[in-house]
């Protein structure tokens, strides 16, 4: 079975740190994404990319297609960022509209 | 606003009972999806669609149906609910093919006693 593996599990923060999420994956992909959920919320769409790096405000994602591996970064880090950040990856190939998800990263920010 | 509508936000079923989660998208997209959602595990996919008239099992469908006779319109249907299908769940849709981002909706958060 094709694995996403997110590590950490759980991190906590103080406010103003700069945090990293990772994502790894086991084989090709057509694209990776990084999802938000608050507490209680729905799934937001904050990234998808199959190459290189994207940034949206204090949020930047990378991947590394070589080494299967993608990072979210989240500079300057505020309460507001509590959330699980979900990574899901749709598989090249037949079906590639198919997402699966890793498991999320619970992240909290200490003001 | 343009997007994914789930309702309801929370129901609680007796064991035994059906109802139908519905999901609507004004997007024109292809492809619509139901998962699931649980603690210590990922988003699970249950049923899929790929266009009107067109439906797939996804990793969990036991226990769950569904149609899609139009393009905006995905309704998951409970037939006897269980405690074991307790749980969140999210209707997601995306265009077909690679490049496309996926809109998710707000969830439906189910209890079943």
């Known amino acids: 079975k094709n694995e996403v593996e997110q590590s950490p599990q759980n991190l906590t923060a103080q406010e103003g740190e700069f945090i990293t999420i990772n994502c790894s994956y086991s084989?090709?992909?057509?694209?990776l994404h990084w999802l938000q959920q608050h507490p209680g919320g729905g799934i937001v769409s904050l990234f998808m990319l199959s190459s290189g790096k994207k940034k949206h405000g204090r949020l930047i994602a990378t991947i590394n297609i070589q080494e299967k591996h993608s990072s979210l970064h989240i500079t300057a880090s505020h309460p507001r960022d509590s959330a699980v950040y979900i990574c899901?990856?749709?598989?090249?190939?037949?079906?590639?509209?198919?997402?699966?998800f890793g498991k999320g990263t619970k992240l909290s920010v200490i003001p | 606003n343009a997007g994914v509508t789930q309702t309801p936000k929370f129901q609680v079923l007796k064991t035994g009972q059906s109802m139908t989660l519905q999901c609507a998208q004004d997007?024109?997209?292809?492809?619509m999806s139901w998962y699931r959602q649980d603690p210590g595990m990922g988003l699970r996919l249950i049923h899929y669609?790929?266009?009107?008239?067109?439906?797939d099992q996804g990793e969990v469908p036991n226990g769950y149906n569904v149609s899609r006779s139009t393009t905006e319109d995905f309704p998951l249907r409970l037939l006897s609910a269980a405690p074991s299908q307790t749980s969140v769940y999210f209707c997601?849709?995306?265009?077909?093919?690679?490049?496309?981002?996926?809109?998710f909706g707000s969830g439906t958060r189910l209890t079943v006693v």
């Open positions: 997007m024109n997209h292809e492809y």
């Open positions: 084989v090709g992909i057509s694209a």
């Open positions: 997601a849709s995306s265009y077909l093919g690679t490049g496309y981002g996926y809109t």
């Open positions: 669609s790929v266009g009107a008239g067109i439906t």
């Open positions: 899901a990856v749709s598989y090249s190939g037949a079906g590639s509209y198919q997402l699966t």
